[in-house]
């Protein structure tokens, strides 16, 4: 089966962190885009197609909570999956209920976070088929009331 | 001072006059006292190396060792004793020199017996309030050594998991940089360099090692305070059998007796399940690696006030004195680092405190160890 390329996004403060996470994800075919704050993520999200936001928890500023809740808003359909220092994986919890798709902690297993990002970019992909599939039923049935 | 105590008053009387000291004896003795006798004041130190006193009567005018000699030595050897002196009509200056060093009180000859009696009496009820007072300074100071030693460990609790989250970002750095290297060793294009297997390795030990170091993290993270812990009603009873249940084999295989005396009343506590769980978890597969072959392990639990103490004994190897203060202290271990971490007893101290309640311990080489955990039945934070 040939790999379908996840179009990623890494928030995270921890520039080393990002860089070296970015290039594995680069080197194993996903599309990696990086963001430094909450507020980069945004802005990167306006310009660029993003499947999957990869969210360190814990930034100075705009922490990964509001971040997400921004997230969330504007983009409903993409998948956010959090990043968590902590051990205490309420924040997280928090977070998935607020419409957060997983969490990992770090440091993380590659081969966990690679098949969070695949589970989160299928669920973004199935959920994008059901949109198409709705619009052309509404669609059809507009044609048909001529 | 009650009557019934006057023959636990371990008392010397010391006169050279030998009808004298019978006659008081077989009076004393008729009011339950019963007196050691001595004929001088080298006799009675003597005595006294062999036999404890309460309380000494002592005549000042005796050939040898004067009374007031004798006294001195007394209270310079044994501070606890109380002496009553027997002076002569005449020299009540003996008497107040001998109050100057250190006499309980004097009375002048001839003595009026229930006179002697009283004092006596005094003297006793003045030995048993400093006895009381004694232990309930040393009381205080084991209650204060505890306090201290309880927020040293909490603070060190705040510390840990300061250092915890800070480690595990570069952590996180060091294995993704790892796996990056790793990925790239293993593409097509590098199936041929030289010593590939060297840097293989290389990297794989960075690994193995960045796991271990997450570990550590992850324990001492685990347990940080939740803001909302959800705490309920908890089976002690039923949480102790699912633990045992997860350590079914190295019970099995060192064929572990477990002596149940649970009351079953006496098991419910107001708490967290997950956090006490954890607790149990760290002491019971303590127990079970102190323990030789066909150990047992006994479980019980009993009420005091508001909380509930589950004990935990095991007949296992024990713990030396000098240990037993360390072990709560994190990384304080005796094994070696891939058998454990040193943060187990320290994770058990930390979340019982936060929970409001608390862990004692008791040891003896060869025998065995006594945990004991405290937890509050009912919630107290709302009163």
Request: glycine fraction near 6%; aromatic fraction near 6%; hydrophobic fraction near 40%.
């Amino acid at each position: 089966m040939i790999k379908i390329p996840a179009k990623v996004l890494i928030v995270d403060d921890e520039k080393d962190f990002v860089e070296m996470f970015s290039l594995r994800l680069n080197e194993q075919g996903e599309k990696v885009s990086t963001a430094h704050s909450g507020k980069d993520a945004l802005k990167v999200l306006k310009k660029v197609a993003i499947d999957v936001v990869i969210l360190d928890i814990r930034m100075p500023g705009m922490d990964g909570i509001d971040t997400l809740k921004q997230i969330k808003t504007l983009y409903p359909i993409v998948e956010v999956i959090l990043l968590t220092g902590h051990g205490s994986t309420e924040t997280a919890v928090e977070g998935m209920k607020l419409g957060a798709f997983d969490y990992l902690m770090k440091p993380a297993d590659f081969k966990d976070i690679k098949i969070k990002i695949e589970n989160a970019r299928k669920r973004k992909d199935e959920q994008e088929e059901r949109i198409r599939q709705a619009e052309l039923r509404l669609l059809l049935r507009r044609s048909g009331d001529y | 001072m009650n009557r019934l105590d006057d023959d636990k008053i371990r008392l010397l009387l010391v006169d050279d006059e030998d009808g004298f000291r019978k006659i008081i004896t077989k009076r004393l003795a008729k009011r339950g006292i019963n007196p050691f006798q001595a004929a001088s004041g080298e006799e009675c130190l003597n005595i006294l190396e062999k036999e404890p006193m309460d309380v000494v009567v002592l005549d000042v005018k005796m050939p040898g060792i004067s009374g007031i000699d004798t006294l001195k030595v007394i209270k310079q050897e044994y501070e606890k004793i109380q002496v009553i002196l027997l002076t002569g009509n005449v020299a009540v200056t003996d008497g107040i020199e001998g109050i100057k060093s250190g006499a309980f009180d004097y009375l002048t000859k001839p003595v009026e017996i229930d006179h002697l009696v009283n004092k006596i009496r005094q003297a006793f009820e003045i030995i048993c309030l400093e006895e009381e007072k004694q232990k309930e300074l040393e009381y205080r100071a084991k209650l204060e050594k505890k306090m201290i030693d309880t927020e040293r460990l909490i603070s060190l609790g705040t510390m840990s998991t300061g250092i915890a989250h800070e480690i595990n970002n570069p952590l996180a750095i060091i294995n993704e940089s790892a796996g990056f290297m790793k990925y790239i060793l293993s593409s097509s294009e590098m199936s041929n360099i030289p010593r590939k297997d060297a840097l293989m390795m290389g990297i794989e030990k960075i690994e193995k090692s960045v796991k271990r170091a997450s570990l550590i993290t992850h324990q001492l993270l685990g347990h940080v305070k939740k803001q909302k812990s959800l705490l309920s009603n908890v089976d002690i009873l039923s949480l102790l059998h699912e633990t045992f249940g997860l350590m079914e084999k190295d019970i099995k295989d060192k064929q572990i007796n477990i002596n149940w005396e649970i009351d079953n009343e006496k098991n419910i506590v107001w708490s967290d399940p997950y956090q006490i769980r954890q607790v149990l978890m760290n002491l019971l597969s303590n127990a079970v690696h102190a323990l030789k072959e066909n150990g047992s392990i006994t479980l019980s639990t009993r009420e005091i006030d508001d909380d509930i103490i589950l004990e935990i004994k095991d007949n296992g190897v024990g713990i030396p004195r000098e240990n037993l203060g360390k072990i709560f202290d994190p990384f304080f271990t005796t094994k070696s680092f891939d058998e454990g971490t040193g943060l187990g007893l320290f994770v058990v101290h930390k979340i019982l405190s936060g929970l409001n309640g608390g862990i004692d311990v008791t040891s003896t080489v060869g025998k065995g160890s006594c945990f004991q955990i405290r937890l509050p039945k009912y919630d107290k934070s709302n009163g």
